[in-house]
């Protein structure tokens, strides 16, 4: 079974533009933020995809590890969620 992953389009300047208010600033630094890392762990979970379909394919069997970086993968999407979620406030 093959998923596809989408990656988001760039994320904006990082700066608010002038004269913006401070609650402005933190949600766009949030969705600059969530973006960000929703693009970066949407292309590594599409390359960790990509080399178990290769290894599955030589070896013939589960590779090993393949959960514990998984679970690496989802505990930093979670973190970052958590993250975003604070500086939102």
Do not use: C, F
């Not at 178990?52 to 589960?62: G, I, N, S």
Request: aromatic share 2%; charged share 40%; proline share 4%.
């Amino acid at each position: 079974m093959e998923h596809t992953y989408e990656a988001t389009s760039e994320a904006e300047p990082t700066h608010a533009p002038r004269g913006a208010e401070p609650d402005e600033a933190r949600r766009r630094l949030a969705r600059e933020l969530d973006e960000n890392v929703a693009r970066r762990l949407a292309l590594a979970a599409q390359k960790l995809e990509e080399l178990t379909l290769r290894q599955k394919w030589e070896d013939r069997a589960e590779p090993s590890g393949l959960d514990e970086v998984t679970a690496a993968l989802r505990d930093a999407l979670r973190r970052v969620q958590e993250i975003s979620a604070t500086i939102r406030g």
